[in-house]
């Protein structure tokens, strides 16, 4: 499929099986005119990976005369840092990576989203192919453009807080890589698929909440088909979000926020996922991944918005159902005094002028933007996630 875009910028989104054995000549397609000489390709990729896959995706650039130079990276919230751009970067100069020759990112969300920053600074910005091999990735962090790092102020990580829009001239979505993650990650990926689902009537598939509904067990699974079916559908939703506010300035232009639509569940999942000593299920599993945090996320917010009148309470119960279903929490030992999640929540991106702005879930598929929501009802949806 082909994204959407107001200023020429619309890239190519391959989604199937077994794509990455035609990244090469996929790629070197994507450069266009300006990339006949490009000769060598930077492939940051998740230094967990399976070699095997690694491997293939710098044979497959070979084949299409892009000589891939690694740099293999930390995927971790903590590696997510200034220091592993500058690392990124240092790579690439060292390869003498020039102007037309890409940035490969070869992994989950954090890899693309550093290898992204680093492409969009090195050399004032190079080209940037996306090719994540997480579900996550796949239908969130690859496609829209936003590249970034955390920052560590004191002992407080702040997530995202710095970066830059610098969208990709190609992503490829081989689901046959799915196949090497832990089911706990696979299971992480659909809580982003069920937000997507959550406000697809904006973007153009009113149907996405009944599909997901009834992809859960296909895609636990890992079916192939139910798999490219669901990441070429969120991928839409998320393009023609992204393609109407590239740069989330629409803000209160529109009902629904503009790109800041996106952002539903992660307001509160933000800010619930560094807490230290949270734990959930049985056996206590320690922590929270970012899709279980943003699972979270949508249920305090799908509460507060039940509050605000603007959500039946059927459908805050259906949501939470559905995230039971595809094996992710929806409630949590050790979470602190309400206060201090919604303290955290005034470090979010989207605050303006001190004022919280949550995209909460509403009627019909819908999305709506709310500022600065009662303190009492929010305190009371982020207390419903407590494991009692």
């Given amino acids: 499929m082909r994204t959407p ?58 084949a299409a005369r892009l000589d891939a130079v690694a740099c293999p990276v930390r995927a971790s919230e903590e590696g997510k840092s200034f220091a592993t751009v500058e690392r990124i970067v240092q790579a690439a100069a060292a390869g003498r990576l020039e102007r037309a020759e890409p940035v490969v990112a070869l992994g989950g969300g954090v890899v693309g989203d550093a290898a992204g920053f680093a492409a969009a600074c090195y050399r004032r910005g190079v080209p940037v192919v996306q090719c994540p091999t997480t579900l996550l990735s796949m239908v969130d962090a690859s496609v829209g453009g936003k590249t970034g790092v955390n920052v560590l102020v004191g002992d407080s990580l702040k997530k995202n807080m710095a970066g830059a ?3 990709p001239v190609l ?34 598939d009113a149907g996405l909440w ?7 067990d296909g895609v636990l699974g890992l079916d192939a088909a139910t798999l490219v079916e669901l990441v070429s559908r969120n991928v839409a939703v998320k393009a023609a979000c992204v393609a109407g506010d590239e740069r989330e300035t629409l803000a209160t232009g529109a009902p629904h926020g503009g790109r800041m639509a996106l952002n539903a569940g992660h307001t509160v999942g933000h800010a619930v996922e560094t807490l230290p000593g949270l734990s959930h299920g049985e056996p206590p599993v320690r922590g929270l991944s ?8 949508l249920l305090a917010e799908a509460r507060l918005a039940v509050t605000l009148g603007l959500l039946d309470a059927q459908a805050a119960d259906d949501l939470r159902d559905l995230l039971r279903c595809a094996g992710l929490p929806v409630a949590v030992r050790g979470l602190p005094e309400s206060s201090r999640v919604v303290a955290l929540m005034g470090d979010d991106k989207k605050v303006a002028g001190g004022r919280l702005r949550l995209s909460l879930p509403a009627r019909g598929n819908r999305c709506v933007l709310v500022e600065d929501p009662p303190r009492d009802a929010l305190a009371a949806a982020i207390d419903s996630l407590r494991e009692r």
Avoid: N, W
Avoid at 35 to 58: I, M
């Fill in 5 to 62: 875009a107001r200023d020429g910028t619309a890239y190519e989104v391959v989604v199937g099986v077994g794509v990455l054995r035609d990244a090469g000549m996929l790629v070197r397609d994507a450069l266009g005119p300006g990339g006949e000489r490009a000769a060598r390709a930077l492939l940051v990729h998740d230094d967990a990976l399976p070699r095997g896959q690694v491997d293939a995706t710098a044979e497959a650039l070979g």
């Fill in 165 to 167: 829009f610098h969208q």
């Fill in 210 to 216: 009944g599909f997901t509904r009834s992809a859960i």
């Fill in 290 to 297: 970012h899709g279980e945090a943003v699972g979270l996320g």
């Fill in 171 to 204: 992503v490829l979505c081989d689901v046959a890589a799915l196949g090497s993650l832990p089911a706990r990650e696979v299971r992480s990926g659909l809580a982003e698929c069920v937000k997507h689902a959550m406000i697809g009537a904006d973007f153009g």
